[in-house]
């Protein structure tokens, strides 16, 4: 018995050790160079995927060429697929601390991904770049638009901020992004009525209560609410609306409140 039970823990164990010490002495991976796949004329977009139509590609290209003959800042475009030129694309386009990789590769969870240098982080933080990515690289976002207006899109707020002289989010409100700061607005606004409900005999709205819950209900509106919306954009249109939205939030939350709290005759 005790021997059928060691030869039953033995065979596994031993199988694993095999497997483990063939992963550690398995050559780590290397970083690869494939030039072949690169033009032979340098071109400021290198499109092995064929995400860029003919035309869209041309305009791109006169573009960025352009850009970076005024304001000196490098801005080069791979997208890949099955196979990639690797590390090969530094020496290709002299990349450096004043040079912008957009890479596009569709295999990933997300379409974008950017290699940036050390002089573009002191106009665009890494936040941006995040907040980039996440906008235009999105899957919902590449499956609606296309891949090639996805990696059009990312570039132009890429130049736009550059010369601005930098940004610390990406420019533009998506309609998503402007509702979750809506309701944000409306939840601030239904706090903030909610604590403003009298509590005493007499008493119109309870200002005490109402100051305690402000930095509840002042984080919701003002930096969930408002601020992404002035920094994103100069449209008075969407502040507007987060403003009346905490308005009727306030409101009704209030008078619903103070209406269950009066007092009933009886009949």
């Given at each position: 018995?005790?021997?059928?039970l060691t030869h ?12 483990l ?8 991976a290397q970083?690869?160079?494939?030039p072949e796949?690169?033009?032979n004329?340098?071109t400021?977009?290198?499109d092995?995927?064929n ?5 869209q ?5 006169n573009e ?5 003959s005024e304001?000196g ?5 791979l997208?890949?697929?099955?196979q ?21 590769d569709?295999?990933?969870?997300n379409?974008?991904?950017?290699s ?11 936040t941006f770049w995040?907040e980039?990515?996440?906008r235009?690289g ?12 996805s990696?059009v899109?990312?570039?132009n707020?890429?130049?736009q901020?550059?010369?601005d002289?930098?940004?610390?989010v990406?420019p533009?409100?998506?309609?998503e ?6 309701v ?8 903030c ?5 009298p509590r ?8 005490q209560?109402?100051?305690i ?5 002042g984080?919701l509106f003002?930096?969930?609410?408002i ?5 994103r ?8 609306r ?10 009704v939350a ?8 009066a ?5």
């Open positions: 018995m005790a021997q059928s039953r823990f033995l065979i596994p164990l031993c199988a694993c050790l095999l497997a010490s063939t992963w550690f002495l398995a050559a780590p970083a690869f160079d494939n796949l690169l033009p004329q340098e400021p977009i290198v092995l995927a995400f860029l139509p003919s035309g590609e041309d305009n791109l290209i960025l060429e352009n850009f970076e304001t800042w490098k801005v080069r475009v997208t890949q697929y099955d990639s030129p690797g590390r090969a694309v530094i020496p290709y386009w002299g990349l450096d601390n004043h040079s912008i990789l957009v890479v596009a569709s295999r990933g969870g379409l974008l991904a950017f940036v240098g050390d002089d573009v982080y002191e106009l665009l933080p890494r995040i980039l990515q996440t235009f999105n899957l919902y976002y590449v499956r609606d638009n296309g891949e090639n207006n990696i899109s990312s570039i707020a890429v130049t901020c550059l010369k002289g930098g940004c610390n990406v533009g409100l998506p309609r992004q402007w509702i979750l700061t809506l944000t607005s409306i939840l601030g606004g239904i706090i009525g909610l604590a403003a409900v005493k005999p007499g008493q119109i709205i309870a200002w209560w109402a100051l819950f402000s930095p509840l209900w984080i003002i930096a969930f609410g601020g992404p919306v002035v920094t954009t100069s449209d008075f249109l969407p502040v507007f987060n403003v009346m939205g905490f308005s009727l939030g306030l409101l209030y008078l619903s409140s103070v209406f269950r709290q007092p009933t005759s009886d009949a």
